[in-house]
């Protein structure tokens, strides 16, 4: 019989290997989806930005694009609607911001105050407001009365927020970057 030393390894020990890193890719393999599907999907990361041209906006018009999987609202606001979101007490406010703090500047440097971007989604539960609507002319939440203003600061309801400006650059006079 042959005689087996204590410092080498044996059939045993290879099985022990081979049964461990079977085991352990296996368990790679049942966890790896389990991990993928916590990634952004690829819709979301396609649209991490975009580029908007507004010049087939008229003054007063509001165009709705998706971004990052909601709605986004650029309003080209009228010189009443402007008028009106700069006479406002920002004090009276439940989330007070001035109408400046909400706009951009264009290329010129200069407040574009006529164009207001927004995220079309209702800071109370994630509603989409209707445009136009609502005691101030912005925008109205239908689900639970949230009202905005023309600067979508919320005036009134259940919302405690403004509506979400979304970080946005003009690269033209009529071009604006989103993301």
Not at 55 to 60: D, H, I, K, L, R
Not at 87 to 114: A, F
Not at 151 to 167: D, H, Q, S, T
Request: negative net charge; contains cysteine.
């Amino acid at each position: 019989m042959a005689e087996i030393h204590a410092d080498e390894p044996t059939r045993r020990d290879f099985l022990y290997v081979a049964t461990g890193a079977f085991a352990a890719v296996g368990a790679a393999a049942a966890v790896w989806p389990l991990i993928d599907q916590m990634n952004p999907d690829a819709s979301v990361l396609a649209l991490a930005s975009i580029e908007v041209d507004l010049s087939n906006s008229a003054v007063g018009q509001e165009i709705t694009v998706k971004w990052r999987g909601k709605p986004l609202f650029i309003r080209h606001r009228t010189e009443e609607e402007i008028k009106a979101a700069e006479d406002v007490n920002v004090s009276d406010l439940p989330d007070p911001q001035t109408d400046d703090e909400r706009v951009r500047k264009g290329v010129n440097g200069e407040l574009e105050r006529q164009w207001l971007v927004l995220v079309g989604v209702c800071t109370h539960l994630g509603c989409v407001p209707l445009a136009h609507k609502g005691e101030y002319n912005g925008w109205f939440c239908p689900c639970h009365g949230s009202v905005y203003d023309t600067a979508g600061r919320i005036r009134k309801g259940p919302a405690p927020l403004n509506l979400e400006v979304p970080p946005y650059e003009f690269v033209s006079d009529t071009k604006v970057k989103i993301g």
